[in-house]
T-cell receptor, first 115, second 111 residues
Framework: ETGVTQTPRHLVMGMTNKKSLKCEQH?????MYWYKQSAKKPLELMFV???????ENNSVPSRFSPECPNSSHLFLHLHTLQPEDSALYLC??????????????FGPGTRLTVL | AQSVTQLGSHVSVSEGALVLLRCNYS??????LFWYVQYPNQGLQLLLK??????LVKGINGFEAEFKKSETSFHLTKPSAHMSDAAEYFC?????????FGTGTRLQVFP
């Protein structure tokens, strides 16, 4: 039990659909992250939020839209995705983005398949 | 810029044998280094981390890693593999405000 939950665990969507991934952390952390994990590639950091403000956006296509309404919740809104967007999407949180309190705690991920 | 290289995308050992997973890093500043494990259909779980102080770091499940500055290495070891250790292992280095991950090493354990 890591204290970070993600829903849904599996999602299949068509290229014209709109869906959202949800992440919730129960650890009292101030920072939250979205990662994309594709086969045979390093984890790709997509977005970083610190105290509900976006502090990192690694040139992610606009078809991915993050939302952080409070420090405990993080969403990833998806629309008009491509088959190459199929991957495991991982959410993580940490107490802070810098210093020694940087340990990230990961959720179980959402396995996304785009048809 | 920081980077991480994990040598060997797959490692196979027999149950009871030594586990050695290799990680080399590149960093222009004293690094914070991490090892994470990912079991099938799960997220990443922190095994151990090095920030400052003792260079031999002990983690969960009997794993340990040694920070060797002269070799820019942070290899992960376990004296005796167990079947339950089969998973993917990721080395990571902290870069200002984010983690840089290696490509991972899949560990197989044979009976």
């Amino acid at each position: 039990e890591t204290g970070v939950t993600q829903t849904p665990r599996h999602l299949v969507m068509g290229m014209t659909n709109k869906k959202s991934l949800k992440c919730e952390q129960h650890l009292g952390h101030n920072a939250m992250y979205w990662y994309k994990q594709s086969a045979k590639k390093p984890l790709e950091l997509m977005f970083v939020y610190s105290l509900e403000e976006r502090v990192e956006n690694n040139s992610v296509p606009s078809r991915f839209s993050p939302e952080c309404p409070n420090s405990s919740h993080l969403f990833l809104h998806l629309h008009t995705l491509q088959p190459e967007d199929s991957a495991l999407y991982l959410c993580a949180s940490s107490q802070d983005t810098g210093g020694l309190f940087y340990e990230q705690f990961f959720g179980p991920g959402t396995r996304l398949t785009v048809l | 810029a920081q980077s991480v290289t994990q040598l060997g995308s797959h490692v196979s050992v027999s149950e009871g044998a030594l586990v050695l997973l290799r990680c080399n890093y590149s960093s222009s500043v004293p690094p914070y280094l991490f090892w994470y494990v990912q079991y099938p259909n799960q997220g990443l779980q922190l095994l151990l981390k090095y920030t400052t102080g003792a260079t031999l770091v002990k983690g969960i499940n009997g794993f340990e890693a040694e920070f060797k500055k002269s070799e820019t290495s942070f290899h992960l070891t376990k004296p005796s593999a167990h079947m339950s250790d089969a998973a993917e292992y990721f080395c990571a280095v902290k870069n200002t405000d984010k983690l840089i991950f290696g490509t991972g090493t899949r560990l197989q354990v044979f009976p």
